[in-house]
């Protein structure tokens, strides 16, 4: 009996005992937020020193200790460009703690100067959309991190209305926003205009830019009046990275593979023959080349399998005496295969009944080597909490070395005629470009007492463009069809022609801008008035120089090298008086004014600027031809009135009007004439600027420091819209940029982002609805049977305006354990690609979807792998035209019926990326106790 009593005893005790004991562990909650703000910051390093109690802040910026005995700790919180954070806490029973993080300071001379507070992460993107006056859009470094992206042309896509056009290897190359044509965007670096390589057009082509230089891409969608005025879609502003506030190395090695050169040979060529220069420019004008100036090796191509894929990126940065002097160098490395299978059908129109027929098959294959690379230096200087000079310097460029063999079959199968005779052209095309932009920008901001700020850049900046000695060899054999039914194609070749083509263009900025910015401190209400202006020099000179040999004697065997025929030199002085060679002069000036006022929760915003343009050329075309020389001065006047209205700290609602303009391409006025990869071309000197009225509303609403939701619609009326239209001249088809009357657009926007724990998904969906409306011609056959042709007016989209664009996220995040993984799905709506003179022939590209993957998982801290699949689906470029019925059994074959009648089909494949990313931060201690 006793024993049973002292048994119980001792379980009594030991329950006790074990009660007392749990009942001396604890559990310590809480969140980490900025003090200013209040904002939560996901990723800090939270720890109880000296315990294995540490963990990373998620993405509310929350953490949890569970079962931590009672005792005496020190708690710390570290985050960068934040102050560590220190709490003595004496733990007895559960605690939930708010941790508020100071931006990191230091005393300089007496003066506490805030150090740079990190703008690459997910929530200074979202806060900075918050606090925006305009309309924009803003895509972190983070959020580029662990996208599948590699260039900035790519990254745009992911942004709310905007699509992507793609160059012949399928590679993004220029962004549409809001369904405006890229002619209606320009790009800026660190908020400057940059000018353009591109040999045809104002705009950059975003994909010269590696993303891994960016700290965020920034895209505005309407401008205030200290923004240049020629903007109708949207601005993308690339924010180059910032030197950090401590020591920091990062690193990214890479490497992968295009799927195409898995199942087939990379075409390529030798180089060392080339010459950057053409015969006349190194000789002189009066040279009078031969065919031994023109060796024909690059143009005989080589079946090989490509090198693997290479990525390379390097960034170093630190701050120096006591954190007054920033510096940031950082350098990207990108080699990279790619090409492209496509089959092209060059149509006409039937003159019995204005019906498109086609008669040349054209199977075409690219392949192409893309070397990217860039340089980036940033050092900055502040003098104290008043006064910061900034000087950056960039220099990215992008060569590609291209080969295209194309095979024309030429068969007479159009106006209801089923196959026969015909021929094969054979065309082969080596080319390689070189494309650069330096850029150097001097910076400085002032503040003078608590009402003046005031800021100033100087600019120099050189775009250039090399295309040399691009080499196109065409020869044509007569095919038959034999007994059996199969062509048989002649072995005997003719009208045998091989062209060289040089090409190169300069564009030169020497610009200024400067900005004055007054708060009045006797005024019932805040109230800021700025003004400020801009001046720009730019010159470009175009070089255009090509020769044409042919065989002789015409006729004659082909073995299958251009080395076995003999050639004849028709023009052996180049082309001199060709109107591609020309010089550019453009100077831009202009000035605004502007307010902001803030009524409580009411924001507004406006003004007006006004942009004087004065334009010239001079083309070295003989005198008789029009256009050769021109020259126009116009002023602008551009109002802006922008409203924002804050229900809480978690709410926007904004509305917004901007005038605005966009200058014709300097190419596009010249008066050349070229044939290009699918049409003839020719310049216009004859083209307006265009001019648009544009409104936005938009609803936002920020619930935390990730999510978003943003509710927007959008209106613009365009006066004279520049697109590029074929036109009919003595029975030729050319390619040509017109005005077109007036146009419309207007379009819906939604804008999503919610994480939930680690999960997230981000989509987007816009809706755009553009009309114009033009005359087009009507070919027929009259009552007496004889051809005839009238004009219709047909209402049409603008060119490369999709109806419908969305993407569509899914995110995994896991701090803990350092996983990343975002599968996109790009949805592009059907667009135009080409505009026809004639009624109902337009071409348009078919809807298509496009998939991509990225994952990363951290290794270690510091080192990350990743994997990056693009185009998952290997989604082809499909155009047509729009047809409801079949109108020759001939081409049946190449008929859908729900689309009409394929013109165009390309495929790029699958693009597979691994490596690894490297990240060095050294931290200093410098605890500092917050009560």
């Known amino acids: 009996m006793l024993g049973k009593i002292f048994t119980k005893g001792l379980v009594l005790i030991a329950v006790l005992f074990a009660t007392t004991v749990y009942s001396q562990e604890a559990t310590v909650s809480g969140s980490v937020v900025d003090h200013e703000s209040s904002e939560p910051i996901a990723g800090a ?5 000296g315990t294995k109690f540490r963990t990373i ?116 190359q220029n962004a549409i926003v809001r369904g405006m044509d890229k002619r209606y965007n320009y790009t800026l670096v660190n908020g400057i205009k940059i000018p353009s390589p591109d040999p045809r ?72 023959t080339t010459s950057r220069l053409s015969p006349r420019a190194t000789n002189g004008n009066d040279y009078q080349a031969s065919v031994d100036d023109f060796p024909l090796e690059n143009i005989t191509f080589q079946e090989e399998q490509p090198m693997p894929n290479q990525i390379y990126n390097l960034s170093i940065g630190n701050r120096f005496f006591n954190k007054k002097l920033g510096v940031l160098v950082a350098g990207s490395y990108q080699n990279t295969y790619r090409g492209a299978n496509s089959l092209f059908m060059s149509t006409f129109v039937n003159q019995d009944d204005n019906t498109p027929f086609f008669e040349i098959i054209q199977d075409r294959k690219f392949s192409v080597q893309q070397v990217r690379s860039g340089v980036h230096a940033k050092i900055d ?18 060569n590609d070395f291209e080969t295209r063999t194309r095979t024309d079959t030429i068969l007479l199968i159009g106006r209801g005629q089923g196959p026969g005779t015909g021929r094969i052209e054979l065309r082969e095309r080596s080319r390689q470009r070189y494309q650069n932009i330096y850029n150097t920008t001097l910076q400085g901001s002032h503040k003078f007492g608590k009402q003046v700020k005031a800021d100033w850049s100087a600019v120099y900046s050189l775009a250039t463009n090399d295309d040399p000695d691009m080499a196109e060899l065409k020869w044509i054999t007569a095919v038959t069809k034999d007994s059996d039914g199969n062509f048989v194609q002649d072995p005997i070749m003719y009208d045998t022609d091989y062209r060289r083509r040089w090409t190169n263009n300069t564009d030169q900025d020497l610009a200024g801008y400067g900005n004055i910015s007054y708060k009045p401190s006797f005024m019932p209400i805040p109230i800021e008035f700025s ?132 200058r014709p391409n300097f190419f596009e006025v010249i008066p050349y004439e070229i044939n290009e990869e699918d049409f003839r071309e020719r310049g216009n000197p004859f083209l307006k600027r265009t001019k648009a009225d544009n409104f936005d509303i938009r609803y936002e609403r920020f619930s935390n420091v990730l999510d978003k939701i943003m509710v927007g619609v959008f209106y613009k009326r365009i006066e004279d819209p520049i697109e590029r239209s074929l036109f009919i001249e003595s029975q030729a088809v050319f390619l040509r940029s017109n005005n077109f009357g007036t146009a419309q657009n207007m379009g819906f926007e939604f804008d999503f982002t919610k994480y939930i724990k680690e999960f997230g998904i981000r989509f987007f969906y816009t809706y755009t609805n553009s009309e114009i409306t033009t005359s087009k011609l009507v070919r ?47 949805y592009t709506g059907r667009r135009i690609l080409n505009v026809s003179p004639y009624l109902d022939n337009d071409i348009w590209q078919r809807a298509f979807i496009q998939m991509d993957l990225s994952v990363e998982q951290r290794i270690t801290p510091g080192i990350v792998a990743y994997v990056k699949i693009n185009n998952l689906l290997n989604s082809p470029m499909r155009a047509d035209i729009l047809l409801e019925n079949t109108f020759n059994p001939h081409q049946q074959e190449y008929m859908v019926h729900d689309d009409g009648i394929m013109v165009r089909e390309d495929f790029y494949w699958q693009t597979y990326m691994v490596g690894l990313k490297f990240n060095l931060h050294q931290y200093e201690s410098r605890d500092k106790k917050r009560k």
């Open 45 to 49: 390093k939270v720890q109880l020193v």
């Open 57 to 172: 802040t998620g993405l509310d910026g929350s953490f949890k200790f569970k079962k931590v005995p009672h005792n005496n700790y020190k708690l710390t919180a570290e985050y960068i460009t934040y102050d560590t954070y220190t709490y003595e806490l004496n733990l007895n029973k559960d605690e939930e703690i708010k941790i508020l993080l100071m931006p990191e300071s230091t005393e300089l001379e007496g003066v506490e100067v805030i150090a740079n507070r990190s703008i690459d992460s997910e929530a200074s993107a979202r806060g900075s959309e918050k606090d925006a006056m305009n309309v924009i859009n803003v895509i972190s470094a983070k959020e580029i991190e662990v996208s599948p992206d590699i260039t900035v042309a790519n990254v745009v896509q992911r942004v709310s209305g905007v699509s992507l056009e793609r160059n012949s290897n399928g590679d993004g």
């Open 201 to 272: 057009n104002r705009y950059v082509p975003l994909d010269i830019f590696p993303s891994d230089l960016l700290d965020r891409l920034e895209i505005t969608k309407a401008l205030t009046p200290d923004m240049e005025g020629d903007a109708l879609g949207g601005v993308m502003d690339m924010k180059m990275k910032n030197a950090p506030n401590r020591f920091t190395v990062n690193a990214n090695v890479g490497t992968g593979y295009n799927q195409m050169f898995i199942n087939e040979k990379f075409r390529g060529f030798d180089r060392s």
């Open 381 to 398: 200087y502040q003098f104290n909490k008043n006064h910061r000079l900034d000087l950056y310097a960039a220099m990215v460029n992008l």
């Open 531 to 662: 003004t400020g202006g801009m001046v720009r020099f730019k010159s470009r000179t175009s070089i255009f120089d090509s020769y044409l040999l042919r065989t002789s004697p015409l006729f004659q065997e082909w073995s299958g090298t251009p080395q076995d025929a003999s050639w004849n030199l028709f023009n052996t002085i180049g082309t001199p008086t060709d109107p591609l060679n020309y010089d550019v002069l453009e100077n831009v000036t202009a000035g605004y004014g502007m307010f902001k006022m803030d009524f409580n929760k009411l924001h507004v915003m406006g003004g007006v600027r006004l942009e004087n343009t004065f334009f010239e050329w001079e083309s070295q075309a003989p005198p008789q031809i029009d256009g050769r020389t021109g020259r126009i001065n116009y002023l602008d006047v551009l109002p802006s009135l922008h409203f924002k209205f804050m229900p809480n700290e978690k709410q926007n609602i904004r509305a917004s009007y901007f005038a605005s303009v966009s």
């Open 780 to 826: 027929f056959r009259d009552e007496d049977g004889n051809l005839s042709s009238r004009e219709e007016d047909q209402t049409r989209p603008l060119q490369g305006q999709s109806a419908h664009i969305s993407n569509l996220s899914f995110l995994y995040k896991n701090q803990k354990s350092g996983t990343d993984i975002q599968l996109s799905t790009v």
